[in-house]
């Protein structure tokens, strides 16, 4: 059983739209972290965020934390090629636990 | 700038057979990760080491065994592999248990036929 739940599980789109990707928990994480992957690599960390309600911009991406901790999004604007990956949530349930991985979304910007 | 280095990359293995992934790190980080990825799975903990000299179970601990080696060195070892344990490994470091980012290889595809 995945502790968070990530959809969609795969999401194809055209160069220039606007797409979320969802991170849900029944569960409170002290943080929580998006990685990124791209095929035939490791996940590359994208942003963390420790604050209910935080919001954090890395260029077209925009990463906000649920005001109970329990649920994140991540939002790319204007999409482009480059951004195609497995995108992964992972969510530490203390200053003490392990990071739990949502099984990942698969996003694909085509030209 | 290596980061995390795993070796083999690609391995193919008969049932039964035994193998050793090994993993080094170079950013003198203390905590070290194995984990596995299969499709729709995400990322599973097989292992892991919070600190030179002690070793933990993860998610999905059975079938494997680990060696802390040192504070740069984790292997992993499959004992008698399975056909279920095909899958991608990665290796992974942090600073720390957790709440830091987690560093991961490049990844080790195994199959075991």
């Known amino acids: 059983t995945q502790l968070l739940e990530q959809s969609p599980q795969f999401l194809s789109i055209q160069e220039g739209e606007n797409l979320t990707v969802y991170c849900n928990s029944s569960s409170v994480f002290s943080s929580l972290q998006w990685y990124r992957q791209e095929p035939g690599e490791g996940p590359v960390l994208l942003v963390t965020v420790v604050t209910g309600g935080e919001v954090k911009k890395l260029k077209r991406l925009t990463f906000q934390f649920g005001d109970a901790r329990k649920d994140s999004s991540l939002h790319i604007t204007a999409a482009q090629p480059g951004d195609t990956g497995l995108y992964l949530c992972a969510g530490a349930p203390d200053s003490w636990g392990k990071l739990q991985f949502g099984a990942g979304t698969q996003v694909v910007v085509t030209p | ?113």
């Open chain 2, 1 to 113: 700038n290596a980061g995390v280095t795993q070796t083999p990359k690609f391995q193919v293995l008969k049932t039964g057979q035994s193998m050793t992934l090994q993993c080094a790190q170079d950013m003198n980080h203390n905590s070290m990760y194995w984990y596995r990825q299969d499709p729709g799975m995400g990322l599973r903990l097989i292992y892991y080491s919070a600190s030179e000299g002690t070793t933990d179970k993860g998610e999905v601990p059975n079938g494997y065994n680990v060696s802390r080696l040192n504070k740069r060195e984790f292997s992993l070892r499959l004992e008698s592999a399975a056909p279920s344990q095909t899958s991608v490994y990665f290796c992974a470091s942090s600073v720390r248990r957790s709440g830091n980012t987690i560093y991961f290889g490049e990844g080790s595809w195994l199959t075991v036929v």
